[in-house]
C-alpha cells in the first residue's frame, strides 16, 4: 500500500484494493510471513477455545483408535486461522497433508488424479472448498463416504467407470461460504468447526507471540493498540504489527510503543475502531449526504467511487457486524453509532421503523 492511503487516484475515489485492514492474504510475500508466524500444534494455537477443544478430543479419539479422524469442515472469515488449523490437523495426526482448493479442481478428474494417488491416513486440505465444480464435489463426497472413486475410461456411449479403491484418508475443507456448500457434501463431514472472530485478549497473545518470532520489541500498551484496531482478525493483527514496526525503524526506534502505534495507523488510516478509509467513506456518505438512508447498494457505492460489490462483500459485513450500518428493506442504513463514530448527531433519537434488521420487518422483501 502506498503511504498515502488508498486515495491513490487524489480524486476522492478510495482503492478499496490497497487495504491494510483487508481479511484475505495479499501478496506472496505475506504468506511467506504468515507461514513463519502460524502455530504448529494445537496447544500452542490461542483462541477458538470451543473448536480447539473439540478438535482436540475428534484428533485425540483418532489417535487412540489408531484410524483416521472424521472429515473435518472449518468455516469462518477470512484470516481467521483455518488452514493453520488444517495444518495443526495434520501435525497432530502425524500424517502428511496434500493441499489443494475449490478453484484448483474444476474438472472430476482433476479431483480422481488426486484421490488416487494419497496415501493412507494423509490428510487432504480443500480451501475454499465451496469453489469446487459441482461434478467434482460429487466425486468427492462419494469418496469421502466409500473410500472409492469411479474413474471413467474411454469416452462417449462406450465409457466405462471402473471402481478404485482408496486408503483411509481425512478431508479438511475450509470455507469462508459455509451455506454454499450442497447438503450432500457437508453432511459428509463429521465434525464442524466455526471460527469466530478473536477478543482483543486473544489477539494480543498471537501479537506477543509474533513479535517474539518477528524479534520486534514491544510494549504492552503498543500490542494493545494494534490488537485493538485489527477487527479480530490475526491476518490484519499480524500486517498491523509489521507496519507498526516499519514506521518505528524508519523513525530510528527500535521499540513498537503506544506512539509508534498511534502514529503508524494513523498513517494507514486505520482508526480507534479498525475502520479505514473506504469503511469511513461509506459511512459519510450515508450519514451527510443520504441523512442516515435508507439508501440502495448502487447509488451509495457511486457515492463512494467504488462497484457495488466490493462495497457488498469489503467494507459491509464489518460495518453490519460492528452494528454500524442495518441492512434494510430499502437499502441500507446507518444506526446511532455510525453518526457516533463521525462525531455528528443522529436526526432522530432511537431507531426508525425501517431501520430494523430484515426479519424483523414483517412483510417486506430486501431489494
Ligand atoms: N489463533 C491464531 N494464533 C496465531 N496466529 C494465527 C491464529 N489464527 C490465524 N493466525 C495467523 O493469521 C494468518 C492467517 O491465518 P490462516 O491463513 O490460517 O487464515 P485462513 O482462515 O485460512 O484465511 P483464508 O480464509 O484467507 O485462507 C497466519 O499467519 C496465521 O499464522
Redesign the pocket.
Known sequence: MSADGPDRAGDGSVDATARVVD???ATDEERQ???A???RRLAE????QRVRDQLGLVLEAARRRQAPPDHVL?S???????????MIISAELEQPMRITSGPAIQHAGDLAAVLSSLVEGEVLFV??IHRMARPAEELLYLAMEDFRVDVIVGKGPGATAIPLELPPFTVVG?T?RAGLLPAPLRDRFGFTGH?DY?STE?LQR?LV??AGLLEIEATRDGIYEIASRSRGT??IA?RLLRRVRDWAQVHGQHIVDHEAALAALELFDVDQQGLDRLDRAVLEALCKRFGGGPVGLGTLAVAVGEEPDTVETVAEPYLVREGYIVRTPRGRSASRTAWEHLGLTPPHPGVAQDQLPIGEQPGRLDH
Open positions: 481479511g484475505a492474504a510471513v504468515e507461514a508466524l502460524r502455530p494455537f490461542p483462541g477458538q472449518l469462518g472469515p477470512p484470516g481467521l486461522g483455518k488452514t493453520t488449523l488444517a480451501d475454499e475450509a469462508t471460527l478473536y486473544d498471537i507471540r509474533s490475526p491476518r499480524n
